[in-house]
């Protein structure tokens, strides 16, 4: 297993570097989407609206942060389940998206888009929110605000601790 410090923008190029069970300190932009998130994106998609932000080398992390107490740029920002998310992603990532980080297994279907489009999967560090959130040093709410915690939100990532969780090959630290 290797470690790696990457930016957000250097995922794409080291993706066929990365191996399953190899940490990851990542900063850069990333952008929270969860199950509401995810649906009206689909929908502008199917309509061809244009998204909040490009989903072409983005990365997504699969999270609901806390309300943010004064003095600090976000809340708790801990992973939420990202099988939640996976009747969404074959298709974010066949448009281009890089990245996905939660916890937790996905199914067949995201395994292989991850595979086809040279992605990864990345796992935080559930029931670890307030420890996440100090690895976070900008928090903006770009799009669906009457989504309270679930709103779209691009983030500034600074050394977020990450585990590979599914490679571009197909490599998995789960049984599925």
């Known amino acids: ?3 790696y410090i990457l930016n957000t923008s250097e995922i794409k190029k080291y993706s066929e570097k990365l191996k399953a069970g190899d ?36 990365a997504i992390y699969y999270a609901g942060p806390t309300p943010t107490p004064e003095g600090l740029a976000i809340g708790s920002c801990g992973p939420t389940t990202s099988s ?4 969404y992603a074959p298709e974010f990532l066949d448009l281009g998206l890089a990245a996905m980080i939660g916890k937790g297994p996905r199914n067949r279907e995201v395994t292989e888009a991850v595979i ?3 992605a990864v999967y990345f796992c935080a560090v559930g029931g ?15 799009a669906f605000e009457d989504l309270g915690c679930e709103s779209v939100k691009k983030l500034k990532f600074a050394d977020f601790p990450l ?14």
């Not at 850069?28 to 072409?56: C, F, Q, W």
């Not at 670890?128 to 770009?142: N, Q, R, Y």
């Open 23 to 58: 940490t990851v300190l990542l900063s850069g932009t990333v952008y929270t989407s969860r199950d509401a998130a995810h649906k009206r994106i689909k929908e502008m998609i199917d309509k061809g609206e244009k998204l909040p932000y490009d989903l072409n080398g983005a």
């Open 1 to 3: 297993m290797a470690e």
């Open 116 to 118: 086809r489009n040279k």
């Open 84 to 87: 939640r998310m996976d009747k």
């Open 163 to 176: 585990i590979v969780a599914i490679d571009c090959r197909g490599n998995t630290l789960f049984d599925n």
């Open 128 to 142: 670890a929110g307030a420890l996440a959130s100090k690895c976070i040093t900008e928090c903006e709410v770009i």
